[in-house]
């Protein structure tokens, strides 16, 4: 495998494996979370139950979500020595979703340095799957 593919394969296990961790973060603590966004002040409107167990499973739904999207980076970065097309085509559809969690992460904890840390990251991974190497690596056009 030469060093591109396996610098964009690597790369693509070290993003699967932060949104794991994050998506992980997100089910166990969802009513934490969902008490700090949603905030307490609306608690009577609820009977009893407070906002943060009411909006606890809009958080675990997001956290299964970025868990799946985790999933289908590290899958696709374990594909790779099958040499198929279809895996690069996948490791650039998942270049262009990491892009598009960077603005969810930027919504939801605008830290700069993280933010730009991850922008990076998601634009070599859109970059990488494009370099001569990696497309004769995988023998094909692709997209």
Known sequence: MPAPVSSLRALMMVIGGLQAI??????????????SLWG?????FYAGRSTGEEH???VVFVGILILAVAAW??????????RHPNVRNSA????????????????FAPILILVLVWLILAILLIVRPNQPECRAWFGGRGL
């Open 40 to 44: 307490e002040e609306d608690a009577s």
């Open 56 to 58: 606890s499973g809009t």
């Open 92 to 107: 650039i559809a998942y270049g262009w979703v990491a892009l598009a969690f960077t603005a969810f992460l930027w919504a």
């Open 22 to 35: 994050l998506g992980l973060a997100l089910v166990t603590n969802s009513v934490a979370i969902a008490k």
């Open 73 to 82: 980076g590290i899958l696709t970065a374990l594909k790779f020595p099958t």
